[in-house]
T-cell receptor, first 116, second 114 residues
Framework: DQQVKQNSPSLSVQEGRISILNCDYTNSMFDYFLWYKKYPAEGPTFLISISSIKDKNEDGRFTVFLNKSAKHLSLHIVPSQPGDSAVYFCAASEFFRPGRDDKIIFGKGTRLHILP | DSGVTQTPKHLITATGQRVTLRCSPRSGDLSVYWYQQSLDQGLQFLIQYYNGEERAKGNILERFSAQQFPDLHSELNLSSLELGDSALYFC?????????????FGPGTRLTVL
């Protein structure tokens, strides 16, 4: 049973436009969410995170939005640049709950192509 | 360069064999994580160690085991290998092992089981 789902395996966006990557989760106990970016032949790198007490976190061109009622989060990249072409993994964990589970559950990833 | 090193980069072996993957965390990081990335499963958390002790366990098969040594490097042992174990195995490290710590990933070891 997939607790973290990224339903779009790939996404193509024109350079300079907004890229929106989506992620859904099923476990209502998840309270901490992360996005990782992965280039070919490299390990994933941390991009941005958000805790469940917030609904938005921004870092430069990257903004993550969290909709707890819909169990949905999204990563917005604006403007998109060629170097943003990579695989993006959404991840979730239970952190703030007593007796928490420290496991981070990753989605299967979305491959983002930025078109010139 | 994340500062996390993994050896070997590639490993080709046969079914039924046993292999050991090695990970050296970033200097000063106390926690090590192991992940498996296969084509259809994305990144799957296997196990976490913190300062030599097992901290959290994920979808790690009984044929797999890991340990973290006093110098904080970690090894993932995979035995009785099956074709389905072919995957990329990533190690990551973080400072204290808290979920909110940034995890820094190594470049991975690609395991091919023939």
């Amino acid at each position: 049973d997939q607790q973290v789902k990224q339903n779009s395996p790939s996404l193509s966006v024109q350079e300079g436009r907004i890229s929106i990557l989506n992620c859904d989760y099923t476990n209502s106990m998840f309270d901490y969410f992360l996005w990782y970016k992965k280039y070919p032949a490299e390990g994933p790198t941390f991009l941005i995170s958000i805790s469940s007490i917030k609904d938005k976190n921004e870092d430069g061109r990257f903004t993550v939005f969290l909709n707890k009622s819909a169990k949905h989060l999204s990563l917005h990249i604006v403007p998109s640049q060629p170097g943003d072409s990579a695989v993006y993994f959404c991840a979730a964990s239970e952190f703030f709950r007593p007796g928490r589970d420290d496991k981070i559950i990753f989605g299967k990833g979305t491959r983002l192509h930025i078109l010139p | 360069d994340s500062g996390v090193t993994q050896t070997p980069k590639h490993l080709i072996t046969a079914t039924g064999q046993r292999v050991t993957l090695r990970c050296s965390p970033r200097s000063g990081d106390l926690s090590v994580y192991w992940y498996q990335q296969s084509l259809d499963q994305g990144l799957q958390f296997l196990i976490q160690y913190y300062n030599g002790e097992e901290r959290a366990k994920g979808n790690i098969l009984e044929r797999f085991s890991a340990q973290q040594f006093p110098d904080l490097h970690s090894e993932l042992n995979l035995s009785s290998l099956e074709l389905g174990d072919s995957a990329l195995y990533f190690c990551a490290s973080s400072a204290q092992g808290e979920t909110t710590d940034t995890q820094y990933f190594g470049p991975g070891t690609r395991l091919t089981v023939l």
